[in-house]
């Protein structure tokens, strides 16, 4: 094998282990900056006890025959 052959095969060999270790830190990140499940978020989190009432009311006054008050009328 020629010099000029044999550097080559080195630097293929180099960029190689440096791909692989590319690889492996890329996959060591993606691991620890993964989502985790909604069932494991879940449980971290407080629960919610008690619901807003957003329920809204109206109050229409009615006259002696049940009727709404002038108000209300068409």
């Not at 094998?1 to 180099?14: F, G, T, V, W």
């Not at 282990?17 to 620890?32: N, Y």
């Amino acid at each position: 094998m020629s010099k000029n052959q044999s550097d080559i095969q080195e630097r293929i060999a180099a960029a190689r282990w440096e791909a692989e270790s590319l690889r492996e830190k890329i996959r060591t990140k993606k691991e620890f900056s993964a989502d985790t499940s909604l069932r494991a978020t879940a449980s971290t989190n407080e629960t919610i006890t008690s619901r807003m009432n957003t329920k809204s009311s109206i109050f229409v006054e009615f006259d002696d025959n049940g009727d709404p008050g002038p108000s209300h009328r068409s």
